[in-house]
């Protein structure tokens, strides 16, 4: 038990540093608030660590690590605002990965980022347009959903190439 808790807070300050890291470079894309997603590596190692491992990590081990990393992002960036944008996102992200995970393999894990992240994007649009009552803002979705197939690759590669090479 002390280990698994021992994993989920180092995976939690791993994921929060790589957040705070993000949240200070600016990408140059015409979308507000578009960033790569890099603190869902962790989330998606995390997903997936339980397998052959002698610490097992569960679903909702892993929900865990990704509402505290949320919570203490907003609270450490003093982006408080964006929480709410975050935590729909994170959810609906969450929540599509973890019905993903049980239909991909190890070295598919890439998939379930690309998914991931698409419809963490669509959480996000979602809160966008009740917190600000503006239906426009859907009209970012498609760019959207293209940025985030191609950074839920690029994360989920990342989480896929850490989980086959450690050895925990």
């Given at each position: 038990?002390?280990?698994?808790?021992t994993?989920?807070?180092?995976?939690?300050a791993?994921a929060l540093?790589?957040?705070?890291?993000?949240?200070?470079?600016?990408?140059?894309?015409?979308?507000?608030?578009?960033?790569l997603?890099?603190?869902?590596?962790i989330?998606?190692f995390?997903?997936?660590?339980g397998?052959?491992?002698p610490?097992k990590?569960t679903?909702?081990?892993?929900l865990?690590i990704l509402?505290?990393r949320?919570?203490?992002?907003?609270?450490?960036?003093?982006r408080?605002?964006?929480?709410?944008y975050?935590?729909?996102?994170?959810?609906?992200g969450f929540?599509?990965?973890?019905a993903v995970?049980?239909?991909?393999?190890e070295?598919?894990?890439?998939?379930?980022g690309?998914?991931?992240?698409v419809c963490h994007?669509?959480?996000?649009?979602?809160?966008?347009?009740?917190?600000?009552?503006t239906?426009?803002?859907a009209?970012?979705l498609?760019?959207?959903v293209i940025?985030?197939?191609?950074t839920?690759?690029?994360?989920g590669?990342a989480?896929q190439?850490?989980?086959?090479?450690?050895?925990?």
């Amino acid at each position: 038990m002390v280990k698994k808790l021992t994993l989920m807070a180092v995976l939690t300050a791993a994921a929060l540093i790589v957040f705070i890291i993000e949240a200070q470079i600016p990408l140059p894309l015409p979308i507000p608030g578009a960033k790569l997603g890099l603190a869902n590596t962790i989330t998606l190692f995390a997903l997936f660590f339980g397998a052959r491992r002698p610490i097992k990590l569960t679903t909702a081990d892993t929900l865990m690590i990704l509402i505290c990393r949320i919570v203490l992002g907003a609270i450490f960036t003093g982006r408080i605002t964006a929480f709410f944008y975050s935590i729909a996102g994170g959810l609906l992200g969450f929540a599509a990965q973890a019905a993903v995970k049980r239909l991909v393999t190890e070295k598919q894990i890439w998939v379930c980022g690309a998914i991931g992240a698409v419809c963490h994007n669509i959480g996000q649009i979602l809160a966008a347009m009740l917190i600000t009552g503006t239906p426009e803002i859907a009209a970012y979705l498609p760019l959207l959903v293209i940025a985030g197939i191609i950074t839920g690759i690029i994360t989920g590669l990342a989480a896929q190439f850490a989980l086959a090479r450690i050895a925990i």
